[in-house]
C-alpha cells in the first residue's frame, strides 16, 4: 500500500504536493512492465478502470477532477526502483510538482499540482504493453494542506505583544535621536572648525650682529 514517506523531509504535504515511497521491491518479479502511479480522488478510487490506458483522454491530467476521475503519471522501469533500496539514498516521489505541463495537453501524463487539498488516494499499476500485470492496494487517503485566508488570521493575542510593540517603538524614537544628534554634531562641527581656523605670517626673524668690546680694546685690533 502507497503511505507518505516516513523520511525527514521538508513539505511532506504542502498545498499542492505530497511525497511518497518509491515501490521498492514490489513488481520484482515483473521485469518488463512499466510501473504508474495512479491518482484519485477518494470518492473515486473505486471507480478506477485498471484497463484505461495512460497517456489517453480517459487519463489525463488536465481534465482532471472535471470530466476524469483518475490520472495516471511517474511511468518508471523496475531500473528506477532496484531492490534492495541502497544505503543512504532518499527513494521518494513527489506528487504534484511539475508545474510546466500543467495547462499543455500534449502532456496527458504530466505530473503536475493537485487541484485541491483532496483527500486522495493513490496506487501503483504495473503494466506490460497495455495490459496490466500486477497492482498495488489503494494508499490511504491524503490530504493536502489549506491555505488561511487572510481574513481568518486573528491579529489579538498572536504575533508581538503590546509590551513588546512599545519597547520597539521607543528604541525606534531613541535610535533616530541618536542619529540626529549625530548628524548636527558632524555639520556643526564641522563649520566651527573651518571659521575659527586662521592662518598667520610667521614672523622674520632678524640676527643682530655683535661686536664683543674687549675686541676692540686691543692695541692690534686699533
Partial sequence: RPALTQEHLEGVTTAST??????????????????WLVVALDKDASTFNNSAGPGTPETAFQSFPKSVSAYMTLNATLDSYPCPKPAGD???LRVGSETSCADDNSRPTCNGPLPGPGPYRVKFLALE???????????M???????KSPNSISTAGSGHSGGM???TAILSILLAI?????????VFGGSDSCGSSTFSKP???????YNTHHVYDQPAAR
Fill in 18 to 35: 505530497f511525497v511518497l515511497d518509491q515501490p521498492r521491491c514490489v513488481f520484482k518479479d515483473f521485469g518488463n512492465a512499466v510501473i
Fill in 90 to 92: 532518499i527513494t521518494v
Fill in 129 to 139: 504493453g497495455s495490459v496490466p500485470v500486477a497492482e498495488t492496494a489503494w494508499s
Fill in 141 to 147: 487517503p491524503i490530504t493536502l494542506r489549506t491555505a
Fill in 165 to 167: 510593540i512599545a519597547i
Fill in 178 to 186: 541618536l542619529l540626529a544628534a549625530l548628524v548636527a554634531m558632524l
Fill in 203 to 209: 614672523e622674520s626673524v632678524t640676527v643682530r650682529r
